[in-house]
């Protein structure tokens, strides 16, 4: 097995950023930085994640695009091993790890990724994205699904937008959603630290419904204080 990472954006291209996520998530694994997209471009992909399986002729056999299909590739995996060596004992397939994952499951529409930049960002407030400059946004609703609004002073750069530093006043991104948990990519710049509050339908988010990385001080305000890139799931 191969790992190829092919980043999304410009911050993923960081080696460190790689180095540590290979040792959070316990990959052991050889991967390679496909920064250039040699790889990406050789097999035509257009998805992120992707999975190739690849028989012992240098054959493609198998493919499948997004997540889930687990147990598909699984067997697929199996289907191959056997080719090679037809008497070979293996385990019966795992069984689904997430119950989105098993036998009839009903799976519902839901949100399709936002980017928050100017070069692929959907912004539904009225006066669109100022490029590279900071504006002071309004966001007098009403909110539609598959566009972000904006509040406050933000500067919008080509994969993100960003509250200045030292700018009075609140700042806020709003989202309509339909699903189960939302995660957001933040970084502060510089290494400093900042507070983002998080709130739901107006109120501030229930603890049952909050990700691991929000915390609530005494009066049950959620938020989250980091000092590098999270993702903040409500």
């Given at each position: 097995m191969v790992g190829v990472h092919?980043?999304?954006?410009?911050?993923?291209?960081?080696?460190?950023?790689?180095?540590?996520?290979?040792?959070?998530?316990?990959?052991?694994?050889?991967?390679?930085?496909?920064?250039?997209?040699?790889?990406?471009?050789?097999?035509?992909?257009?998805?992120?994640?992707?999975?190739?399986?690849?028989?012992?002729?240098?054959?493609?056999?198998?493919?499948?695009?997004?997540?889930?299909?687990?147990d598909e590739t699984e067997r697929a995996i199996q289907t191959l091993l056997r080719e090679i060596l037809p008497e070979m004992q293996l385990p019966a397939l795992m069984a689904p790890v997430r119950d989105t994952d098993a036998p009839g499951a009903a799976c519902y529409r839901v949100t399709p990724e936002l980017y928050l930049?100017?070069?692929?960002?959907?912004?539904?407030?009225?006066?669109?994205?100022?490029?590279?400059?900071?504006?002071?946004?309004?966001?007098?609703?009403?909110?539609?699904?598959?566009?972000?609004?904006?509040?406050?002073?933000?500067?919008?750069?080509?994969?993100?937008?960003?509250?200045?530093?030292?700018?009075?006043?609140?700042?806020?991104?709003?989202?309509?959603?339909?699903?189960?948990?939302v995660n957001l990519v933040m970084n502060p710049l510089l290494g400093r630290t900042c507070r983002v509050f998080v709130t739901q339908d107006g109120e501030p988010i229930a603890k049952e419904d909050a990700g691991d990385d929000v915390v609530f001080d005494e009066s049950g305000q959620g938020s989250s204080t980091w000092t590098a890139r999270v993702c903040i799931g409500w």
């Open positions: 092919a980043p999304e954006f410009s911050f993923a291209k960081e080696l460190d950023g790689v180095k540590r996520a290979i040792e959070t998530f316990g990959i052991e694994y050889p991967v390679v930085m496909d920064n250039g997209y040699a790889i990406w471009q050789a097999y035509a992909n257009r998805y992120w994640p992707a999975k190739y399986l690849v028989d012992k002729d240098g054959y493609i056999r198998y493919y499948h695009f997004g997540e889930g299909g687990y930049g100017y070069q692929r960002g959907r912004i539904g407030n009225h006066t669109g994205l100022v490029p590279k400059q900071t504006a002071n946004y309004n966001d007098i609703g009403p909110h539609a699904e598959g566009y972000f609004y904006l509040s406050g002073e933000w500067t919008a750069d080509e994969e993100h937008v960003m509250k200045p530093w030292g700018s009075a006043g609140e700042s806020t991104v709003t989202i309509k959603y339909t699903a189960k948990e």
